[in-house]
């Protein structure tokens, strides 16, 4: 039997260097091209009915206001296709942090102030929230205006614990700047990541070129939660505008 020690050991060996090249030879290749995944990514994301977003941005001041008193941060909520959304943004105002609530279902919108509450319908008048389209629309959105963009294939990536394109290229803001209100603006250096088993878009990284190349402003958007069943209803009780 001490016989077979040996070969035994040597043909374990082998195996186990056979399993080794074969792990590291089976690493992410991909397969498709820059366009071919976009245009995937602008299916998928066409189907999505419902998606959990953090909306964040960094850089120089940018104000809401007519009086330069208000500054958005971050905006975190839910999308409900075709033009429902629910949130939470969060503003700076005079060095202080308020947090608003807002829930938008067709073309009427509702906020929600710290200490008043209850929720208020916002006039076409005194405002408006970012279009929820923005995520959908297949001419106008965000994805289908990276579909036409002329991105190029950075690699593949771990992102939350999934494999993801990464794409990178320049953007013009185009319908993002009306739909935002005017904070996207110009042209904007792009990074994309889109899940490489479902396309679904992950995460999108927009840095404004034009802004202060010293502080420059950087919009993020990370997408989760794709299809979770979300109801929406106006408030009760709401004061109307």
Same mark, same amino acid.
């Given at each position: 039997?001490? /016989? ?7 043909? !374990? ?27 995937? =990514?602008?299916?998928?994301? @066409? ?7 953090? !909306? ?44 608003? #609530? ?9 906020? =929600?102030?710290?200490?008043? #509450?209850?929720?208020? *319908?916002?006039?076409?008048? /005194? ?14 959105? $965000?994805?289908?205006?990276? @579909?036409?963009? *002329?991105?190029?294939? +950075? ?7 999934? %494999? ?5 290229? *320049? +953007? ?13 603006? #110009? ?12 396309? /679904?878009? $992950?995460?999108?990284? !927009? ?5 202060? %190349? ?13 299809? /979770? ?5 106006? %408030? *009760? ?5």
């Amino acid at each position: 039997m001490k /016989r077979w020690i040996g070969p035994a050991l040597c043909l !374990l060996g082998w195996l186990y260097l056979l399993a080794n090249t074969a792990c590291r030879s089976a690493s992410p290749t991909p397969a498709l091209s820059a366009p071919e995944i976009l245009q995937r =990514a602008a299916r998928a994301m @066409a189907e999505i009915e419902t998606v959990h977003f953090v !909306l964040e941005r960094r850089g120089a001041p940018d104000y809401l206001d007519t009086a330069r008193t208000m500054m958005l941060r971050r905006v975190e909520g839910d999308i409900v296709r075709p033009n429902g959304l629910r949130g939470t943004a969060r503003i700076f105002t005079l060095g202080m942090v308020t947090e608003i #609530g807002v829930l938008r279902i067709g073309e009427r919108t509702w906020v =929600a102030f710290p200490g008043i #509450g209850r929720w208020e *319908e916002l006039s076409p008048e /005194r405002g408006t929230v970012i279009d929820p389209r923005l995520f959908f629309d297949a001419e106008q959105g $965000l994805p289908a205006l990276l @579909a036409r963009a *002329e991105l190029r294939l +950075v690699g593949v990536e771990t992102l939350e614990g999934r %494999p993801a394109f990464h794409l990178h290229g *320049e +953007v013009p803001s185009g319908p993002l700047e009306e739909w935002s209100l005017g904070l996207i603006a #110009g042209r904007l250096r792009a990074d994309l990541w889109v899940e490489a088993r479902t396309f /679904r878009i $992950l995460r999108v990284r !927009l840095v404004e070129r034009d802004s202060d %190349p010293q502080d420059p402003t950087v919009w993020q958007i990370t997408l989760s939660d794709f299809n /979770r069943p979300i109801e929406l209803h106006p %408030p *009760e009780g709401s004061a109307s505008s």
